[in-house]
């Protein structure tokens, strides 16, 4: 993983494309704006792994380039593939607010460019900010309830 310089059209780009993500939805422009100055670009070559299956949760991710797959263990020795990422999809969305470990692993199928979000930058922003905590909790709260009721 090598961090790059944000260029004004990825900053545009960013902008749209976490309007998109249902964690971001609800949140308004003010509250974007803290959060966006944080977020990353980081360029990932093909085989690499973003993060792997029981490693701490410690990000968020954005996909603006590339391909990736998601994978899970089903033993020691083999893994399926449950999901394909690419421009626009999300992931790790979680790490933001719980230090849970990663139920799967995440690799780049391509060369890939990722934003990325650091959770220890998101709780900062939350520990300034009481009111937007609040509601970055409400949202939380809301995907837990329809995630356990979906099972």
């Not at 996909?63 to 020691?76: A, N, R, T």
């Not at 992931?91 to 979000?117: H, I, K, Q």
Request: charged fraction near 25%; proline fraction near 3%.
């Amino acid at each position: 993983m090598k961090r790059l310089q944000m260029t004004s059209a990825d900053l545009g780009e960013l902008a749209r494309l976490v309007r998109k993500v249902e964690f971001f939805a609800p949140m308004t422009v003010g509250q974007l704006e803290m959060v966006l100055p944080y977020i990353l670009l980081c360029e990932y070559p093909a085989g690499e792994k973003v993060f792997k299956q029981g490693a701490g949760g410690d990000a968020f991710y954005i996909v603006q380039k590339g391909k990736l797959s998601v994978l899970v263990s089903k033993g020691w020795f083999t893994s399926s593939e449950v999901a394909k990422l690419g421009p626009g999809d999300f992931f790790g969305e979680m790490a933001l607010l719980s230090d849970a470990r990663r139920s799967a692993t995440v690799a780049c199928l391509e060369y890939s460019r990722l934003f990325v979000l650091m959770s220890a930058d998101f709780k900062f922003v939350l520990r300034k900010n009481p009111q937007f905590a609040a509601e970055v909790q409400r949202i939380a709260d809301r995907r837990k309830f329809l995630d356990q009721h979906e099972k």
